[in-house]
């Protein structure tokens, strides 16, 4: 009876990936709008981040923010994943351990962004996800550079400078960390700072930006990572296999920053190491430079049950006394691919002291 019902489901699993494949077309295409005549004093900016990054639905809908696909490839096939309503977000962690996350064609990204967002937009600056982990900036360029020209006259005909810029920033981060860093950029520029100056500062968020990983499942973690096959990779490969003397320490707490990829923990279970993570973080708040701090939280699981942790609650009150920015959000469909499913991660901005 079992083997009948775990063979249904698979057969419904298999049919949701297949629908999702076959559905691009139906997706929300960009939309070309009126030219704002204000744009010839001050050039609108839009940050591009991948679909990998943890951001919000009240992220999504910003005009200054668009989602770039990625590309899924799980069972033999390839599967667009956009971000908004990812149906891979609901399949099983058994149906999603051997699926692997690559950038996406130059074809996907013309018929989500080309030709409309040549002409809504006058800076482009694209936030990436550590390159070890996907490279999205590559085919981003050579669409823009495939259509120089006609990004060219399409502009001079409406009035535009005829340049479209494009500032290619490599956040030194991902999930959380690629979000958190938007958030700030958009905050930017809407308080109308000039896009230019905006890329120069995107560049270094990279170096006070620091990222935390709990796996949920570590030993998924690693398959994952080692499909990547990026050799920057083997730090976290290494914390996410099961030596014998670490037997009783499974749950490793994966770092990153600026200087790369580190694991100076192990716990003896998840949610030992989601607290330890949680417990840094309240710390670097109370004894760093905190204010002017951005964290962000990012969870693939019930965000009202993280909110009843104490430590959560620590974590939130120390950020209500050191003025720091405190964000929760979802995980995104590529984290429960590269993390594993029901994992927790954290990202940390502190500026200089």
């Not at 139906?26 to 939309?31: D, G, L, Y």
């Not at 996800?129 to 502009?155: G, N």
Request: positive net charge; aromatic residues 6%.
């Amino acid at each position: 009876m079992n083997s009948k019902i775990e063979e249904a489901a698979e057969k419904k699993n298999e049919y949701l990936l297949g629908f999702a494949s076959t559905q691009q077309q139906q997706e929300q295409r960009e939309s070309l709008l009126p030219v704002d005549p204000t744009r010839a004093t001050l050039p609108f900016g839009v940050v591009l981040v991948d679909a990998s990054a943890d951001v919000s639905s009240s992220m999504l809908g910003h005009a200054r923010l668009r989602l770039l696909p990625l590309a899924v490839r799980w069972a033999g096939r390839t599967v667009l994943e956009k971000g908004a309503r990812s149906r891979l977000r609901h399949l099983s962690r058994e149906r999603l351990r051997g699926a692997q996350v690559a950038a996406p064609g130059v074809d996907s990204l013309e018929y989500r962004l080309y030709p409309p967002l040549a002409i809504n937009a006058d800076w482009l600056i694209h936030l990436g996800t550590r390159r070890e982990f996907v490279d999205v900036a590559t085919p981003l360029q050579q669409m823009i550079d495939s259509h120089a020209q006609d990004i060219r006259d399409m502009r001079l005909q409406r009035g535009l400078d005829p340049g479209l810029q494009l500032a290619l920033v490599d956040s030194g981060s991902l999930l959380c960390g690629t979000a958190l860093q938007a958030r700030m950029l958009l905050q930017m520029l809407q308080a109308g700072i000039a896009p230019a100056e905006v890329a120069r500062r995107a560049r270094s968020l990279r170096d006070h930006t620091r990222l935390w990983l709990a796996p949920q499942h570590p030993a998924d973690a690693g398959q994952a990572l080692q499909r990547q096959g990026h050799e920057g990779l083997g730090a976290w490969q290494a914390a996410c296999a099961r030596p014998l003397r670490h037997l009783w320490h499974r749950s490793p707490v994966l770092e990153a920053d600026a200087s790369g990829l580190f694991c100076d923990q192990r716990l003896k279970n998840w949610r030992s190491a989601a607290a330890a993570v949680l417990a840094q973080l309240t710390e670097r708040l109370r004894d760093g430079p905190a204010a002017g701090a951005w964290v962000q939280i990012s969870l693939d699981g019930s965000l009202r049950e993280l909110q009843a942790w104490p430590e959560y609650e620590a974590l939130r009150q120390q950020a209500i006394a050191s003025r720091a920015t405190l964000h929760l959000t979802h995980m995104s469909a590529a984290g429960r691919i590269w993390a594993s499913a029901g994992s927790l991660g954290a990202a940390l901005y502190q500026p200089p002291a």
